[in-house]
């Protein structure tokens, strides 16, 4: 609901849609099924919404975009926790890459060449799940911007590579290199949770961070909203 009352109100040029998957609890999905009927902007997959299921979500999403936003110049993949200064963010795009949209581009907080977690983790991979030692530099999740001619280009991949968990890494990593597509850096536009310590001393406007997160509480996302984007 923060979404839609700040970064992710609608505008004549974009178009916010929230990806869900399916849940076994009835009454949050009868409560997802009033939500859908009431804003008609959720995509609902028919996989359980779970932490190893998002690249289920990604491709899901991918997949909406190609049939349903082809004209659209960029994509936005975000986290539900962080806050998009979205008329610096439309600026940017237009200013610094294309009026007209870009090409092969996948920009976001990189992550460099990392190493695969085989020991007790949350991120912990068989080797039989993925085989190799490192994954290829890919884009941390929670702030991704697609060039439009690229999203057709990953989701024909995804659907004839084998499923990998972690998307980030399966999406961003392996399949924009097997794509042969390049992620480039987005990080002086991104203020993430250490440099929000410091934010409270800004002036209100005075920032130009397009992106602001991650894994901020409500309360906090309208906080940034009113005083930096609004």
């Known amino acids: 609901m923060v979404i839609r009352h700040t970064w992710g109100q609608n505008q004549a040029s974009i178009k916010a849609v929230f990806l869900i998957g399916d849940t076994q609890n009835v009454t949050v999905a009868q409560n997802v099924t009033n939500e859908i009927r009431l804003y008609k902007d959720i995509v609902q997959g028919n996989f359980i919404d779970a932490y190893r299921n998002m690249t289920y979500k990604h491709v899901m999403g991918l997949k909406w975009v190609a049939h349903h936003c082809p004209t659209a110049k960029y994509v936005l993949k975000t986290d ?28 976001c907080q990189l992550s460099p060449v990392t190493e695969v977690h085989r020991t007790e983790s ?27 001619d690229v999203v057709p280009r990953l989701l024909k ?3 004839s590579t084998p499923f990998f968990w972690i998307d980030d890494a399966h999406i961003t990593g392996v399949i924009a290199a097997q794509i042969g597509v390049e992620r480039t850096q987005l990080s002086n536009f ?6 929000l310590r410091r934010w409270k001393w800004f002036q209100p406007n005075s ?15 309208v906080e940034i909203w009113d005083t930096t984007c609004a």
């Not at 200013?95 to 581009?105: H, I, N, Q, T, Y």
């Not at 490192?134 to 060039?147: H, K, L, N, Q, T």
């Not at 920032?207 to 996302?221: A, C, Q, R, V």
């Open 122 to 148: 949350k991120w912990k991979v068989t080797p039989e799940e993925y085989p190799f030692p490192f994954y290829p530099p890919f884009c941390e999740g929670w702030a991704v911007i697609y060039s439009q």
């Open 80 to 107: 539900d926790d962080i806050v998009v200064n979205i008329r610096e963010l439309v600026q940017f795009l237009a200013r610094e890459l294309s009026p007209w949209g870009a090409k092969d581009l996948i920009t």
């Open 207 to 221: 920032d130009k961070s397009l992106i602001f997160g991650h894994s901020l509480s409500p309360e906090k996302m």
């Open 157 to 159: 991949a995804a659907q």
């Open 190 to 195: 991104v203020m993430d949770k250490l440099e």
